[in-house]
């Protein structure tokens, strides 16, 4: 069974940074691709960004240069780095993950297995 568990998250204050993490256990296929959500009160789950089987980064052109993602030396832990956090990015971080990406990174339908979720609040 996949399981998808995100952590790292809390409060911060505006400006400062914060890194999540996610890790997926019980994956078996060679081909992996893992991305970022997230979806504050009242508003639709946003992508962030996705790192497919190649390696290759996707970052949403709403958070480009605030942040980052990258992998583990495990392939299947992944991170979140934010910087610059504003109070418009508190929301609820979702790590999901799929088979493959490509140029779908951005649908949030083509993930098949998603965590609970970790809490980011970013005060004034």
């Known amino acids: 069974e996949v399981q998808v568990a995100e952590s790292g998250g809390g409060s911060v204050q505006a400006g400062g940074s914060l890194r999540v993490s996610c890790a997926v256990s019980?994956?078996?296929?060679?081909?992996?691709?893992m991305g970022w959500f997230r979806q504050g009160a009242g508003k639709e789950r946003e992508v962030l960004a996705a790192i497919d089987d190649d390696g290759t980064p996707r970052i949403a052109d709403s958070v480009k240069g605030r942040f980052s993602i990258s992998r583990g030396n495990a392939k299947n832990t992944l991170y979140l780095q934010m910087s610059n956090l504003q109070p418009d990015d508190t929301a609820m971080y979702y790590c999901?993950?799929?088979?493959?990406?490509?140029?779908?990174?951005?649908?949030?339908?083509?993930?098949?297995?998603w965590g609970q979720g970790t809490q980011v609040t970013v005060s004034a």
């Open positions: 999901a993950a799929t088979w493959a990406c490509g140029p779908s990174w951005a649908a949030s339908s083509i993930y098949t297995y």
């Open positions: 019980g994956w078996t296929s060679s081909w992996f691709c």
